[in-house]
């Protein structure tokens, strides 16, 4: 079994798109190589606050900021100032754990 990098950003800004979706902005301090369909915690002050489908990655030009942009599908009601003011950070949900139940074990339920 193969583990990925956990995807952990600390979120500088966010901005709220006509189309819905938020774009979250800040630092990614770890990630797998695709970021695309991931799901995602929303962490402030140490609160999970939501849970979130990141989109993808939205690029800013070469040279231009060490942040990057990652898009959520859908309206994440935190404001700018809010995300400022406090420890802001997107990081992936942990990996759940498979359950597996011998049939026989179910015989008893039936």
Not at 11 to 31: I, M, P, Q
Not at 35 to 57: F, K, P, S, Y
Not at 81 to 93: C, H, P, Y
Request: glycine share 6%; net charge negative.
């Amino acid at each position: 079994m193969t583990h990925q990098a956990p995807f952990v950003m600390h979120v500088a800004d966010v901005f709220h798109l006509a189309d819905g979706r938020t774009v979250f902005v800040g630092e990614v301090l770890s990630s797998p190589p695709r970021i695309q369909g991931m799901r995602c915690q929303l962490v402030i002050d140490g609160e999970v606050r939501d849970h979130i489908n990141l989109e993808g990655e939205m690029r800013f030009s070469p040279n231009q900021t060490t942040h990057r942009a990652i898009s959520a599908n859908k309206p994440i009601p935190v404001s700018s100032e809010e995300i400022r003011k406090s420890r802001s950070t997107l990081r992936s949900d942990p990996p759940t754990q498979e359950v597996f139940v011998e049939t026989a074990d179910l015989a008893g339920l039936a």
